[in-house]
């Protein structure tokens, strides 16, 4: 019923993650198990084992951005077979019979939530679920993607499963394309595939952030510019000219400047959580331009695996860097910092054998 498996845990929010090992499920007959090859490091990982979010279940093993291999699948599996490459979101499971499931927006489920791939109810064997930090995962099949990439970029496909998904919907929703003036608030995981996605789309991106330095690296990405948002004159030549913008940072700041900057009927979606809440808004630069803030939640299975080809179509990768399992507590302390471009990835073959 069950089999071994090892990887990286956290015990409680103040100790570092160390080697843990548990017990899988063995695949059920609608199950796929996957040998985990990369899993992206999310700051939602961090978070989440550190205990700055409510809720943490500990023994806590994170990890939902995951590229393995099939390695055995259930009686009544049919859209994988032993041998194919796949990924693994945030999701493992819902209920799959209220609205949004039934209209693949899982990740919108109206009755139990959606099933995190960590911290979130085990479905068959009780406990609570370990994420990608380990050598294998047993998975439903419908919740699995499937990866064309090439080999040699496995590793970089990895963050798509987040920050991808978490980028493509929203401008895939407020159907960004060509002629469009699209803005990035905040150039790290999730920003710099904002802007990849955007451009792809065809739209004409615009980076806000803080550090001038990144000027450079948003070009590269795409970007027709950087727009240094502490920069009052800078900002303020862009006024009402924005169709949509995607604001992907995690702290709380002033939301007025960036509204100033949109369009009449002009949108700008939140999906960075702050700890705290964002300063409220000047209810009259909504009121005199119509203009909405929204928020959007990573997307559904049937659009991540369209993010995954439409990525797959442009040549789209996460920006990586490949670190060793025995490294994660390391890379934690440089995502706090913001040291890294723009994703960290655990070699899971880096991962030591269990003691």
């Known amino acids: 019923m069950t089999s071994p498996a090892h990887g990286y845990a956290a015990q409680s929010g103040d100790t570092p993650l160390a080697p843990f090992s548990f017990e899988r499920r063995d695949p059920q007959p609608n199950d796929v198990a996957i040998a985990i090859r990369y899993c992206g490091v999310c700051h939602s990982d961090l ?19 995951i590229v393995g291999t099939v390695t055995a699948v259930g009686a009544d599996v049919t859209r994988f077979q032993v041998g194919d490459t796949v990924g693994v979101g945030c999701m493992v499971d819902s209920c799959g019979e209220c609205p949004s499931c039934r209209e693949g927006e899982e990740q919108y489920c109206e009755t139990t939530g959606f099933v995190g791939t960590y911290n979130g109810p085990e479905p068959v064997m009780g406990g609570h679920t370990f994420g990608g930090y380990s050598d294998h995962i047993v998975v439903d099949q419908d919740f699995v993607l499937r990866i064309g990439h090439a080999e040699s970029d496995l590793a970089a496909v990895a963050p798509l499963l987040c920050a991808g998904i978490t980028t493509y919907s929203p401008l895939k929703h407020w159907k960004v394309g060509p002629g469009q003036k699209v803005g990035i608030v905040g150039l790290g995981g999730l920003g710099h595939m904002g802007v990849k996605i955007a451009a792809a789309m065809g739209a004409e991106v615009h980076v806000f952030s803080t550090s001038p330095n990144k000027r450079d690296d948003a070009k590269r990405l795409g970007a027709t ?25 995690a702290a709380a700041h002033d939301l007025d400047q960036f509204l100033r900057l949109l369009k009449r009927d002009g949108t700008m979606t939140l999906v960075g959580v702050p700890e705290t ?24 299975i049937a659009e991540t695996q369209e993010m995954l080809d439409f990525c797959l179509e442009h040549g789209l990768t996460a920006d990586v860097e490949m670190i060793d399992m025995a490294d994660i507590n390391t890379a934690y302390d440089r995502m706090v910092k913001s040291d890294v471009k723009y994703r960290f990835v655990i070699d899971m073959a880096t991962l030591p054998p269990a003691a």
């Open 225 to 249: 510019d950087l727009i240094v948002s502490k920069d009052a004159d800078a900002m303020a030549t862009h006024a009402n000219s924005f169709d949509f913008i995607l604001n992907t940072v």
């Open 277 to 300: 809440p964002h300063p409220s808004p000047s209810v009259g630069d909504l009121v005199f331009k119509r203009r909405a803030i929204a928020g959007s939640l990573i997307g559904g």
């Open 47 to 65: 978070h989440t084992a550190r205990g700055e979010w409510a809720g943490t279940l500990y023994p806590c093993v994170p990890g939902h951005e």
